[in-house]
């Protein structure tokens, strides 16, 4: 089974709309860290967000945001204001830290954005 | 900054042919990570060093794999006898305090290994 979930292989919205990117991850430990990253056309994988888990607020980082939902292991990413060059594969990744063998980032297969103009 | 810096950014090898990659870490990243990319598999961890030492290497196939980190500027990977499924994208990636709140890893353009 999958640690980390991404259910959406392709996405694809018109230009200046929001947009959400599921995501959803297994893990035992009670700290736990949450990552968000962009591959761009020419292969670059770009950090975006992060959130820590023991943090309640929902991290925001210019227009890019997560829906934080710890109950269902559950964090989404939201981009507001899209641009085409959002297009992009999108990653999310998990990092536990107190679990063995698992003190890495551990990638979902991604979710590819397609912004129309 | 100069980012992480990978070379080559392509390497095209015979099978059985011996191939090394190489990185250089952000300036005063502790924690180095090699991870490969393929289209069936998606992005899998081989193995990452703090401060040098071998911390994970649980992500390597056994026998043809190595990596090393012979100082704090450099890390490379080798691979023995490359077969075709060698045939990916090779990242390495650099956090600045992996064992504490800087965390985040930052990577490099990738070196796209082609075995024929």
Known sequence: ?117 | NAGVIQTPRHKVTGKGQEATLWCEPISGHSAVFWYRQTIVQGLEFLTYFRNQAPIDDSGMPKERFSAQMPNQSHSTLKIQSTQPQDSAVYLCASSLDWGGGQNTLYFGAGTRLSVL
């Open chain 1, 1 to 117: 089974a999958q640690k980390v979930t991404q259910t959406q292989t392709s996405i694809s919205v018109v230009e200046k709309t929001t947009v959400t990117m599921d995501c959803v991850y297994e893990t035992r430990d009670s700290s736990y860290f949450l990552f968000w990253y962009k591959q761009t056309a020419s292969g670059e994988i770009v950090f975006l967000i992060r959130q820590d888990s023991y943090k309640k607020e929902n991290a925001t980082v210019g227009h890019y945001s997560l829906n934080f939902q710890k109950p269902k292991s559950s964090i989404g990413l939201i981009i507001t204001a899209t641009q085409i060059e959002d297009s992009a594969v999108y990653f999310c990744a998990m990092r536990e830290p107190y679990t063995e063998g698992a003190d890495r980032l551990t990638f979902g297969k991604g979710t590819q954005l397609i912004i129309q103009p």
